[in-house]
C-alpha cells in the first residue's frame, strides 16, 4: 500500500512569507501528527489531528497551524517565517494515534533565507 | 514528564559485530515505548514497539530490544551489524503519559565500518 505522501520534498522562503505544507497519510489511518526536526532540538512535535480534530497541541508559537480533511489529508501553515523555522517537517500517520506506532513520510526540508 | 535519554551520541563499529545502543526512560507510569530508524534524507520508520507482554521485544532487519522495568532501560541490540544498518536511532516513550504524542531522544548516529 501506498506510504505517507509529503509535498513538497524542498522548500526555500524568504523572512515573513508564510507556507503551507502537505500531508497525505496511509490509506485508513485517522491520526495524523506533525513534527519538526532541527539539528538543535532534535524532534519537536507540533500537532496531532485525529478526525478533522486537533487533539493536541505541542509548544509552538500560534504562527504554526494545521488542519486535517475529512480524506484524513493534513496540511499545515507557518506564518511570517523566521530564520529558525528552517526545519525538517515530518508527517506521521497511524490508525488511532502514537501507540499504534508511526508511518511517517520523507519529510519537507524547508530553508527560510 | 516522561523524559528519554539516549546515552550515545555515535557509536562506530566495525560490520558484523554486535551493536547495543542505550535508552534510558523516566517515567512513574506505565509505559510503552519505541525504537526509529532514519536514514540519510530520509523520515522515520518504525524498528519495534513495547507495549506489554514479553519484555524481549523482536523488531525488523535483525534488531531487538529488552524492557527492563527495574533499570528503566529500552536497550537495542543486533548480533551482527552490516554496512547498510549506517543510520540514526532513536528511542521514544509517550509524552507525559499521552497515547497522542511521543518524546523522541537525541538519537544516536550508528556507523558501520568495513
Known amino acids: 500500500k501506498a506510504g505517507v505522501t509529503q509535498t513538497p520534498r524542498y522548500l526555500i522562503k524568504t523572512r515573513g512569507q508564510q507556507v503551507t505544507l502537505s500531508c497525505s497519510p496511509i490509506s485508513g489511518h485517522r491520526s495524523v501528527s506533525w513534527y519538526q526536526q532541527t539539528p538543535g532540538q532534535g524532534l519537536q512535535f507540533l500537532f496531532e489531528y485525529f478526525s478533522e480534530t486537533q487533539r493536541n497541541k505541542g509548544n509552538f508559537p500560534g504562527r504554526f497551524s494545521g488542519r486535517q480533511f475529512s480524506n484524513s489529508r493534513s496540511e499545515m501553515n507557518v506564518s511570517t517565517l523566521e530564520l529558525g523555522d528552517s526545519a525538517l517537517y515530518l508527517c506521521?500517520?497511524?490508525?488511532?494515534?502514537?501507540?499504534?506506532?508511526?508511518?511517517f513520510g520523507s519529510g519537507t526540508r524547508l530553508t527560510v533565507v | 514528564a516522561q523524559s528519554v535519554t539516549q546515552l550515545d551520541s555515535q557509536v562506530p563499529v566495525f560490520e558484523e559485530a554486535p551493536v547495543e545502543l542505550r535508552c534510558n526512560y523516566s517515567s512513574s507510569v506505565s509505559v510503552y515505548l519505541f525504537w526509529y530508524v532514519q536514514y540519510p534524507n530520509q523520515g522515520l520508520q518504525l524498528l519495534l514497539k513495547?507495549?506489554?507482554?514479553?519484555?524481549l521485544v523482536k523488531g525488523i532487519n535483525g534488531f531487538e530490544a529488552e524492557f527492563n522495568k527495574s533499570q528503566t532501560s529500552f536497550h537495542l541490540r543486533k548480533p551482527s551489524v552490516h554496512i547498510s544498518d549506517t543510520a540514526e536511532y532513536f528511542c521514544a516513550v509517550p509524552a507525559g503519559g499521552s497515547a497522542r504524542q511521543l518524546t523522541f531522544g537525541s538519537g544516536t548516529q550508528l556507523t558501520v565500518l568495513p
Open positions: 513495547y507495549l506489554s507482554g514479553s519484555t
Open positions: 506521521a500517520s497511524s490508525l488511532q494515534g502514537a501507540r499504534d506506532g508511526y508511518t
